[in-house]
């Protein structure tokens, strides 16, 4: 079956975004953090702690990057992939 437009279209705009999103990262580094734990372990805790202590100047004397003052700035952005994987799970469940 050959592929749609609309799907050929889909897939150049999130190719671009994706190129785009990586072209920035030169620019402005950023991390993502992503944490596992079991139910109940205190994960989203630990998260709130950490981005709570780095944008409000905490002090973590054992957190070498953040002593040794290579990171600059910390801040929350909204996830922009989620609309990215929300269309691609549309497009893999269309029949």
């Known amino acids: 079956m050959a ?3 609309s799907d050929i279209v889909e897939e150049a705009r999130l190719s671009a975004r994706a190129l785009l999103d990586y072209a920035d ?11 596992t734990g079991l139910s109940r372990a205190g994960k989203t805790v630990f998260i709130t702690a950490l981005i709570h202590g780095l944008t409000r100047g905490g002090r973590f004397p054992v ?8 990171i600059a700035r ?6 922009r992939m989620m609309r990215c ?7 893999m469940s269309a029949p």
Do not use: K
């Open 63 to 70: 957190f070498e990057p953040y002593a040794s003052g290579r």
């Open 74 to 79: 910390a801040r929350l952005e909204p996830q």
């Open 25 to 35: 990262s030169f620019f402005n580094p950023t991390v993502r953090l992503g944490v």
């Open 3 to 5: 592929p749609r437009f």
């Open 85 to 91: 994987r929300a269309s691609i799970m549309r497009t």
